[in-house]
């Protein structure tokens, strides 16, 4: 038993012997904000041309519909049928068309054309 209490004060006199000679963290120095270099790189740097769009390239059903809805004025254009909403419903996520408040008499909504889809209504009629 002798030895083991021996063997236990080493350990216990080494480990606080390590913690001791290891080298303490220096604190990390503040980085500046807005330093004078990144500002002159930003001003010499020529800015950035957005790319182009490319044009939206609907099917014909869709460029028909977009039509009705855009004929059906400020009322808005009630589908007639449940297999226009599909169309109606890609038009929508395309922004070209948004959905009116709801009839309470029929139940449905009316679709109107949004400004991007008469711009695109515009472009195609000038081609």
Known sequence: MAAKKTATK???TTNSAKASTT???KAAAPKAANTPASDSSTKTKPAAKAPAKKPLKLS????????LIDAAGD???TPAQKTE???IEK???LKLVKRGAK???????PYMTTAAGKK???????E
Do not use: F, M, V
């Not at 009839?103 to 909504?109: I, V, W």
């Not at 695109?120 to 000038?126: I, M, S, V």
């Open 103 to 109: 009839d309470k008499a029929s139940g449905s909504y």
């Open 75 to 77: 009322t808005g254009y």
């Open 120 to 126: 695109h209504l515009a472009a195609k009629a000038a």
């Open 60 to 67: 014909d059903a869709q460029e028909k519909i977009l039509g």
């Open 23 to 25: 080298p303490k963290r």
């Open 10 to 12: 080493k350990t216990a």
């Open 85 to 87: 909403l599909r169309s």
């Open 91 to 93: 038009l929508r996520e």
